[in-house]
């Protein structure tokens, strides 16, 4: 895959010393056509600093954002406004014109852009069927939800044919089914326009139901990055576990006796692995604890197996386990 993105040793910091605020720290990514990346971190994280660095409508303090081909920082006024046109971006707050009517909305950008009224028309009409708002044109953002809202606000990010969706906490505000099908929606742009995606959101199952990699950020540092499933599967920074892994999702105590960590790298979801181990070796297992999510049609995670306390039967385990490929370790 081509490269859309590099982003390299890019810094930014607000206000004078003493006073300085450093936002983000020496932030080097690669994101290729194609893509659904995902950016996650808690609150005050700088997600949204950096997400606006990418289209430059922030300056980073150093280093430097290379869009398709260009550099950012070697660009005029009208060729960054230009460039601008090749990012659509979508928020939390929708940010629609509540004057405006549906049609109007998604009119705005190609307006600006000098398309001609007819034309412009044709195109919004063309992206309100995409979303699925053919019916809605004539309504007002008042009388929308706000899945519909924030699907006019797709389409209008959409307008002028963008190659790069920036989307920034975009379903924050809505409901878990909503946000389900605003998801959808955007995997389907994606597939179906070749849209890459950037995604900014403090919550993992957004990640997990869209993108195929993913930076954690904190602090203004990112602290790992990679694919989805191999962060899900071995979070390496305390930032990650914490968004991956749900509190509780362990035994706070060890039991006693042998324990081990089954992960799950991408098994099929409707292959019942612990039910065959123990047919198979003829022997009861206990649960003590597990978290794993499915990604896809596959699973992905982790769980603490007891084991039995002879060890005949810990053999046949483990020689159950290293012939079907699955990976372990011992844990205490």
């Known amino acids: 895959m081509a490269e859309m993105i590099r982003i390299s040793g890019l810094s930014k910091e607000f206000g004078e010393e003493p006073n300085r605020f450093v936002a983000l720290k020496d932030i080097n990514l690669s994101i290729e056509t194609g893509d659904i990346y995902g950016i996650i971190g808690l609150s ?22 290379v869009f398709d081909g260009k550099h950012m920082d070697a660009l005029s006024k009208k060729e960054l406004l230009a460039v601008r046109q090749s990012m659509g971006m979508i928020f939390q707050g929708f940010n629609l014109l509540a004057q405006r009517n549906v049609l109007a909305n998604v009119c705005y950008p190609l307006e600006i852009a000098g398309v001609p009224r007819d034309k412009a028309k ?4 063309e992206l309100l069927a995409l979303v699925g708002l053919a019916d809605r044109e004539k309504a007002y ?73 993913v930076a954690v950020l904190d602090e203004g540092v990112i602290v790992e990055e990679g694919a989805v499933k191999d962060i899900f599967v071995a979070p390496k920074s305390d930032i990650a576990r914490d968004l991956i892994l749900p509190k509780g999702a362990a035994v706070s105590e060890m039991p006693k006796g042998r324990v081990i ?56 385990i483990y020689n159950y386990l290293n012939e079907h490929g699955l990976t372990f370790e011992e844990v205490n």
């Open 261 to 316: 960590r089954l992960v799950y790298h991408g098994t099929e979801s409707d292959e019942p692995t612990i039910s065959n181990l123990t047919l198979a070796c003829r022997v009861a297992v206990n649960i003590q604890g597990a978290n794993t999510k499915k990604i896809g049609d596959k699973v992905y995670g982790q769980i603490l197996l007891q084991l039995p306390d002879d060890d005949a039967s810990v053999k046949r």
């Open 44 to 65: 005050g994280a700088g997600k949204s600093t950096l997400v606006r660095c990418i289209n430059y409508l922030e300056i980073p303090t150093r280093g430097e954002v």
């Open 122 to 125: 044709a195109r919004a009409r």
């Open 141 to 213: 953002p008042a009388q929308l939800s706000g899945g519909q809202k924030q699907r006019v606000a797709i389409a209008r990010a959409l307008a002028t044919k963008p190659k790069l969706l920036l989307c920034d906490e975009a379903t924050s505000a809505l409901d878990p089914n909503t946000t389900q099908s605003i998801l959808e929606l955007l995997k389907e742009i994606n597939r179906t326009l070749g849209v890459t995606i950037i995604v900014i959101t403090h919550e993992m199952k957004v990640v997990e139901s869209i993108c195929n990699k």
